[in-house]
């Protein structure tokens, strides 16, 4: 649904051009005390895109834009998620210059993050234009600056999602002025973290164009993302410049390209490799053959990789990259074969086969393989535990993770209670599961006893999502309210399940104050982040919809 039809709903008051809203002007009265507030934002709302519906039929209506700047001398009274929303509605009808009022506005009403103020410049007001327009807007409003696209670049990459990264990311891509060195690094590195190899080289080639150099851990991560991705083409160019800028040449590259190898499904060269970090007698190649690597042939193979990783850790890498590509029967005769050379691999190594056997649906192989391990006592059984734990719930078996849970414990042996306590609550939610759920909170709450830790953030995220998921989103902002009143920390994505699961209930007044409150308390990272979330609870959710069409008919 497009905006213009939640204009079209908000308008359901049917305010014409004939009511007073559009009638002649009276005669000024004596100037009245500075009226209140508006008690109700959704009214205001509502007059004001009566006169953007009229507006978007014809963008000169000299009536609809004399009532519109009238609406909008009122703009100080607005909280912020109101004026978000009005800006948004602005920018779509091209009202820069009201836009630009509102903003001001809007930064000296509220004590809002300037990033926040940023990105709806960048992604709302000013989308098509260049990264100086940009700027010069922004400077025009906020004097002296605070901060600029480098700053913000930053602030993205620290804390925006994937999405976010991937935008800015294509908008300075468009051209104009360049980032600083260091915000260049970290959105190359942000890129890489989410996988985003071929965006992250356009960066680089953008980077390198404008005269700055790149060091070597910025190579290293766009390798490993290479071979995340199982892209070995460009994860061997890649490595051929790290080779050439004579990168030390680690455990880390060799243990990345086996897993690349693996993702591929390149097995037999996976394996081929594997075999030459384990050979005795590796061949030796002098540091100037090294500048020297033929083509045709992976890099890779052509290193010397003599006593640079050390055989268990070798033997570990291989295990794992077997287990992330789904070989389960070839990481247990390699297990295997470890273990008869008395090598003990680290406990995440067998956590690796625990995650790989519930993935491919064996359970009951995950359970059967912790049982003989503790039997064996040759590693830490507590912390395996914990894996089996884990992703015992992940696959809703939330009765065989609390008897493995109660096992550990009745023979003395220790789960991190807060990791296990909000795996087996979250299992229980999953199965819907509700009372065993509030029964295991409670037991939280009271202590931590049974051996249960005590509640911290992500317990209060599973109860209060569990709670809209099923429906009672009363109990779930009872719950997020105790949190507020009681100083618990709460995050962005609690107020996401709150003001979603309060539009999904119909209740779009409280969804509105909370998503003011989240907006005023730092909590909306970017205007895209409240345009998704808009869009999908306001707009895209057809209960609220449904919702504010009755209210207003009935205006």
């Not at 008051?13 to 009226?35: D, G, I, Y």
């Not at 509502?46 to 963008?59: G, V």
């Not at 243990?255 to 591929?264: R, V």
């Not at 690796?352 to 049982?371: P, Q």
Request: proline residues 4%.
């Amino acid at each position: 649904m497009k905006l213009s039809s939640f204009f079209h709903i908000l308008s359901r008051r049917q305010l014409s051009f004939t009511s007073t809203l559009f009638a002649a002007t009276p005669s000024p009265p004596p100037p009245p005390p500075p009226p209140p507030p508006p008690p109700d934002q959704f009214f205001y709302l509502t007059d004001l895109f009566s006169i953007f519906t009229a507006l978007s039929n014809n963008p000169r209506n000299y009536k609809a834009l004399t009532s519109l700047d009238s609406l909008l001398n009122q703009a100080r009274h607005l909280d912020a998620a109101t004026s978000v929303l009005v800006i948004h509605a602005l920018s779509q009808l091209n009202k820069l210059q009201r836009t630009k009022s509102l903003l001001f506005n809007l930064r000296s009403q509220a004590n809002l993050s300037p990033y926040f103020l940023y990105s709806i410049v960048i992604d709302c007001v000013v989308k098509p234009g260049t990264v100086e327009e940009v700027e010069a807007f922004w400077a025009d409003i906020f004097r002296p600056s605070t901060i600029d696209i480098s700053d913000y670049v930053m602030y993205i990459c620290k804390f925006g999602d994937a999405d976010d990264i991937r935008n800015v990311s294509q908008r300075i891509l468009i051209g104009g002025s360049g980032l600083r060195q260091q915000s260049y690094v970290g959105l190359i590195g942000a890129l890489c973290r989410e996988n985003e190899g071929g965006l992250a080289m356009e960066v680089l080639r953008q980077m390198k164009s404008r005269g700055l150099q790149c060091d070597d851990i910025t190579y290293f991560l766009l390798f490993r993302c290479f071979c995340r991705r199982g892209d070995l083409d460009e994860a061997d160019l890649i490595l051929r410049k790290m080779v050439r800028r004579r990168y030390r040449i680690d455990v880390w590259v060799y243990g990345s390209f086996i897993h690349g190898l693996c993702k591929s499904g390149k097995f037999r060269e996976a394996g081929k490799l594997f075999r030459k970090l384990i050979k005795k007698d590796c061949f030796k190649v002098d540091g100037a053959e090294l500048l020297l690597l033929k083509e045709g042939r992976r890099a890779i193979f052509q290193l010397n990789c003599e006593g640079v990783v050390p055989e268990v850790m070798a033997y570990e890498m291989y295990f794992r990259s077997l287990c992330s590509a789904g070989k389960l029967d070839e990481a247990e005769v390699l297990l295997k074969k470890m273990m008869k050379r008395r090598t003990v691999p680290e406990i995440c190594v067998h956590g690796s086969f625990v995650k790989g056997l519930c993935l491919a649906g064996r359970e009951v192989d995950a359970m059967r393989f912790f049982y003989v391990e503790r039997k064996k006592g040759l590693i830490q059984v507590d912390q395996l535990a914990g894996f089996v734990i884990k992703e015992l719930c992940r696959k809703g078996k939330v009765d065989d993770a609390v008897r493995i849970f109660d096992e550990t414990l009745e023979n003395g042996g220790f789960v991190n209670p807060s990791d296990a306590s909000n795996c087996l609550l979250a299992g229980y939610w999953e199965v819907g599961r509700v009372g065993e759920a509030e029964r295991l909170f409670g037991s939280m709450m009271s202590g931590g006893g049974g051996g249960f830790g005590r509640p911290d953030l992500l317990t209060y995220i599973t109860m209060v999502s569990g709670y809209c998921n099923q429906g009672n989103v009363s109990k779930a902002v009872s719950l997020f309210g105790e949190m507020e009143n009681g100083n618990i920390p709460v995050n962005g994505r609690l107020y996401e399940i709150i003001v979603k699961g309060l539009c999904d209930d119909g209740r779009p007044k409280e969804a509105h104050m909370h998503l003011n409150e989240m907006i005023k308390n730092g909590h909306l990272i970017s205007f895209r982040r409240w345009k998704t979330l808009f869009y999908s609870t306001f707009v895209g959710n057809k209960t609220m919809v449904s919702h504010l069409d009755s209210e207003f008919g009935r205006q």
